[in-house]
């Protein structure tokens, strides 16, 4: 399952400025210059100075994320958010 995970063969949903939601994602790459406007992220600290507690985020084209998020929405780019489909 780690493989499959890692090279990608699971499903993925491409996004740009639409909101996605009630999604389970295991990891969301970056392929262009992005801007996250929300996210929600289990276990993500919302801290003070915590990037993750910013809107508007700017992430970097090639950046991956790994972590449980089950919404995200973008300002502006694209991204794959990979999730394991459950049959």
Known sequence: QL?????GKNRCD????????GKDYYAI?????????????TNATTAA???????HTTIAAGTT???QCTAIT???????CYYEEVL
């Open 3 to 7: 493989l499959t995970e890692q090279l």
């Open 14 to 21: 491409v996004i740009n400025t639409t909101a996605m939601t």
């Open 29 to 41: 790459h970056f392929v262009t210059e992005s801007v996250i406007a929300s996210i929600t992220a």
């Open 49 to 55: 100075g915590s990037a993750i507690a910013n809107l």
């Open 65 to 67: 994320l790994f972590l």
């Open 74 to 80: 973008l300002t502006s780019g694209v991204a794959l």
